[in-house]
């Protein structure tokens, strides 16, 4: 039986969170959801949470940043992109983020993969495929780190209740 609505509240916020990432894939779930398990470890007390739930939260978190941050450098390379298209296009990306949030940081990296790509090569085909290695990539990333974050949930769930 659920007795403190911290732990009530920081569970519907976590569950809203898993929902929300799949529908803003760029949002960082597994961030959020460590933060707020590492609130509730402050204000509800570390020995409620445990140390190592912690520790290991703070791994899962740790991990699905990494996965996030390679996956769309690895579909952009299975798609034949380039290292410097990829460079180039991550730079867009943060010139894109500047105009257009989350989406304009998608639109740059593609843009930018795509361009660099055509120049080098002088064809369509190859350099939209790099970019769709991209997507696949983001895809990728989206699935595991759904997936992290939702073992996140349910292993501060298990502890707390």
């Known amino acids: 039986m659920v007795s403190a609505?911290?732990?009530?509240?920081?569970?519907?916020?976590?569950?809203?969170?898993?929902l929300l990432m799949l529908l803003i894939p760029v949002l960082p779930?597994?961030?959020?959801?460590?933060?707020?398990?590492?609130?509730?470890?402050?204000l509800a007390g570390w020995d409620k949470l445990g140390i190592w739930v912690a520790v290991i939260l703070t791994l899962l978190m740790v991990v699905a940043a990494v996965v996030d941050a390679v996956a769309g450098w690895w579909g952009a390379r299975r798609g034949g992109a380039r290292t410097r298209s990829i460079a180039v296009g991550l730079g867009a990306g943060l010139v894109g983020i500047i105009f257009?949030?989350?989406l304009g940081a998608l639109l740059g990296i593609l843009a930018?993969?795509?361009?660099?790509?055509?120049s080098a090569?002088?064809?369509?085909?190859?350099?939209l495929r790099a970019a769709g290695g991209y997507l696949l990539g983001l895809l990728v990333s989206l699935v595991v780190r759904f997936f992290i974050a939702a073992g996140m949930v349910g292993i501060f769930a298990w502890h707390v209740l």
């Open 121 to 127: 090569r002088r064809e369509w085909k190859p350099s």
């Open 5 to 18: 609505p911290l732990e009530v509240g920081g569970l519907m916020i976590m569950g809203i969170t898993l």
């Open 100 to 102: 257009l949030n989350a």
């Open 29 to 42: 779930g597994q961030f959020i959801i460590w933060l707020l398990a590492m609130l509730y470890g402050v």
């Open 112 to 118: 930018g993969i795509v361009l660099m790509e055509y």
